[in-house]
């Protein structure tokens, strides 16, 4: 069975505990502490596998989690490193939080491998805290907790072209004729249970990827049929073939059913109507009568719009060459790349939701932020990176913290401190 989507459950690991321990040794007479740090937890990982094609593997499994860290040991011992969970997903899998529905990450284009969850740090052993006044310091640092978060793996089909109509007017028999692609093909409604991908290839011209949607009904953006399982893999698409069956052989009007198509894409996704589409009215040659009528009818409805209509058999191959052509001349006009989904969440972000925080004032108007949740983000990341820099600033964003500094009077300009940094405040 094909499955383009999974919801699953990620933790990362816990870091392992730093050590409490001394040196006890024949003839060392002052030993000392000589606890090791703790390892850190493992991170999860997606990385794209060019061999997989659907989420199957996730069908049977909802929970995943990555290795803890070991507690470290004596004689300074570093405990082990936590083993990263590698998840293996096809090319086009967006990864977004179950619950707030927004993106984490999308698998496509350059993006093959990233670290959605960060592992546990390991707590650091009792040898860290040995001092003039602390010698035999009893004391080590836990690790750092692991972050577990439900996410939604959605698969989204990355194709330049996508073939769409409704179920039986001829999208397989078309997708079989212009490539190598072997869909079932059968004359009954609903044969395509899943996209089905072919790649054009054009003397004089780029070749393209075209895929063939599962035929849609109308009420598919409100879950009537199968159609909504598969809009989704419309979005990928940069240019939309209409396929109608021109020759009326189920006595429905194509010009109603492109009309119709239309209807469910606005109602899913209105950007998706802004993409560049062609109307491809196949089944001429079954057609009785008068041929140039019926292409007639199609050309004065949507031309004026700048929607070309080919007539076209997918049986005998007339007209498929002026076709793929004109399409291949709409994908130069409208970029080679694909839609990749921009991140809209950060999972890390959750690690700190419940933790307090206060805000004071000092005596020179400086406002001092402080508290559990500070403390924690300030060890779970490294501000004095670029990436970490931006964690921040999206993390006093996202927590509220830079609203409840308004709602304390701060002004540009004015002084923030946390544990040590200081900041100064610009709206």
């Known amino acids: 069975m094909f499955a383009d989507r999974a919801t699953i459950i990620i933790k990362s ?5 730093g050590h409490v321990s001394f040196r006890r040794e024949k003839y060392v007479p002052n030993g000392g502490p000589d606890g090791g740090d703790g390892g850190r937890g493992g991170d999860v990982i997606f990385v794209v596998d060019e061999g997989l094609n659907t989420l199957t593997d996730f069908r049977h499994r909802r929970k995943f989690a990555a290795e803890n860290g070991e507690e470290g040991g004596k004689k300074k011992c570093h405990g082990k490193d936590g083993a990263d969970l590698i998840l293996k997903v096809p090319a086009g899998t ?15 284009g350059d993006n093959k491998r990233q670290v959605i969850l960060k592992g546990g740090r390991g707590g650091q052993g009792n040898s860290h805290y040995a001092t003039a006044t602390m010698q035999a310091p009893k004391y080590a640092q ?25 179920p039986n007017v001829g999208k397989s028999t078309l997708l079989s004729r212009v490539t190598n692609a072997q869909p079932k093909i059968a004359n009954y409604h609903f044969t395509t ?11 004089g011209a780029k070749g393209f990827v075209i895929a063939d949607i599962p035929g849609l009904i109308e009420g598919a953006s409100e879950g009537v049929g199968l159609g909504l399982e598969f809009l989704r893999h419309i979005e990928r698409t940069r240019v939309m073939i209409h396929v109608v069956d021109a020759a009326g052989t189920e006595g429905r009007d ?5 009309k119709a198509i239309d209807k469910e894409l606005a109602a899913y996704d209105p950007e998706l109507l802004k993409k560049p589409q062609v109307i491809a009215a196949n089944k001429i040659d079954s057609i009785y009568g008068d041929e140039n009528e019926i292409i007639k009818a199609l050309k004065d409805e949507f031309e004026k719009d700048g929607i070309k209509v080919f007539p ?28 990749i989904y921009e991140q809209e969440y950060d999972p890390a972000l959750r690690f700190f939701r419940d933790d307090p925080y206060t805000i004071t004032m000092e005596d020179d108007e400086t406002f001092v932020v402080e508290g559990p949740k500070i403390e924690k983000m300030l060890g779970y990341t490294n501000i004095e990176s670029e990436k970490g820099f931006l964690f921040f600033q999206r993390f006093l964003k996202e927590q509220g ?3 409840d500094l308004e709602e304390h009077g701060i002004q540009e300009g004015d002084t923030v401190k946390m544990y040590g940094h200081a900041f100064e405040y610009y709206k």
Not at 145 to 153: A, H, M, R
Not at 193 to 203: A, I, R, S
């Open 13 to 17: 690991g816990k870091g392992g505990n």
């Open 94 to 108: 967006v990864i977004k939080d179950a619950e707030s529905d927004k993106v984490i990450a999308d698998m496509s």
């Open 142 to 166: 836990p690790g750092g907790e692991g972050i577990e978060i439900e996410v939604k793996l959605e698969l989204k089909v990355i194709a330049d072209v996508g073939l769409v109509g409704f």
């Open 193 to 203: 249970l899943q996209p089905n991908l072919g790649v054009v290839d054009l003397d």
């Open 254 to 258: 194509p010009i109603a059913d492109i």
């Open 312 to 339: 076209i058999s997918a049986v005998s191959g007339q007209g498929l060459k002026e076709l793929l052509y004109h399409v291949s001349q709409l994908l130069e006009t409208c970029g080679r790349e694909p839609v």
């Open 401 to 403: 913290i830079l609203d």
